[in-house]
């Protein structure tokens, strides 16, 4: 049990095109789900944590107008890019909790590589 | 929490050979430890959650030990096989936020 599905796994796009990522949680539900990004050599970063029915929150210096995020059910979370630059050529994962409490365990997803032209 | 750090940053060891690796987080401000393994175009897998000091925790080969006192944390896999390549990651948790800080990883490569 426990997975997290995510997809696209691989898009590119034009620069100012905008970009969906979904994750799913297939076979749990899914309170809190998380977006991370991942720059080459660089750790996973969170990016915001969406709770179902409620508005993102989002880390220090991520752009809430340029990442949307939407959590419509508690097996569903969006990640839109909006306006992609090629500066948001990324890996962009997702995970998602069953609590959201402390030393709860996320799920992740297999991520999605984005390259922008 | 705001930095962590893995070593080593790689390693290559043979079939059969045991390993270990270090997770350094700062002592303070600390709830839980969370240790992943990453293989390549998959999703990263749990391990273990731990948050005692002195919590021991074990899968299989691999084992886990937890020093809260002094910010570290001890990854090991005994008699290492080619299927234990993969990136592992941990992560912190601090206490309130319940937010995951990332190292940056220990990339295992075991050899046949």
């Not at chain 1, 944590?49 to 949307?68: C, M």
């Not at chain 1, 097996?75 to 994962?93: G, K, N, R, W």
């Not at chain 2, 090991?76 to 936020?97: F, H, M, N, R, V």
Request: with cysteine.
């Amino acid at each position: 049990g426990a997975v997290v599905s995510q997809h696209p796994s691989w898009v590119i796009c034009k620069s100012g095109t905008s970009v969906k990522i979904e994750c799913r949680s297939l076979d749990f539900q899914a309170t809190t789900m998380f977006w991370y990004r991942q720059f080459p050599k660089q750790s996973l970063m969170l990016m915001a944590t969406s709770n179902e029915g409620s508005k993102a929150t989002y880390e220090q210096g991520v752009e809430k107008d340029k990442f949307l995020i939407n959590h419509a059910s508690l097996t569903l979370s969006t990640l839109t890019v909006t306006s992609a630059h090629p500066e948001d050529s990324s890996f962009y994962i997702c995970s998602a909790a069953r609590g959201t409490g402390g030393s709860e365990t996320q799920y992740f997803g297999p991520g999605t590589r984005l390259l922008v032209l | 929490i705001l930095n962590v750090e893995q070593s080593p940053q790689s390693l290559h060891v043979q079939e059969g050979d045991s390993t270990n690796f270090t997770c350094s987080f700062p002592s303070s401000n600390f709830y839980a430890l969370h240790w992943y393994r990453w293989e390549t175009a998959k999703s990263p897998e749990a391990l273990f959650v731990m948050t005692l000091n002195g919590d021991e925790k074990k899968k299989g080969r691999i084992s886990a030990t937890l020093n809260t006192k002094e910010g570290y944390s001890y990854l090991y896999i005994k008699g290492s096989q080619p299927e234990d390549s993969a990136t592992y990651l941990c992560a912190p948790e601090g206490p309130g936020t319940y937010k995951y800080i990332f190292g940056t990883g220990t990339r295992l490569k075991v050899l046949a």
